[in-house]
């Protein structure tokens, strides 16, 4: 059975710090690299864990009905 890990991540800026920008990502046994769930950035930690865009793309990859 593959597992798969939902967790927010901070953006890391192009010299690899830290940017403020934050995203809720996916990744699993199979892709062990973290994947974007929705197409844009957010503000905060909070922001990102309530984005309903990335909570719909989670959905659709688990195979749940939305």
Sequence with gaps: MEHK?????ELLDPEGNNSGKWRLT???DE??????????????????WNCLEAWA??????????
């Design 5 to 9: 890990i939902i967790e927010v991540l």
């Design 31 to 48: 892709k062990p690299n973290p994947c974007a769930l929705c197409t844009h950035t957010h503000d905060s930690y909070e922001e990102a």
């Design 26 to 28: 996916i990744r699993s």
């Design 57 to 66: 793309a989670a959905k659709k990859l688990s195979g749940d009905s939305i």
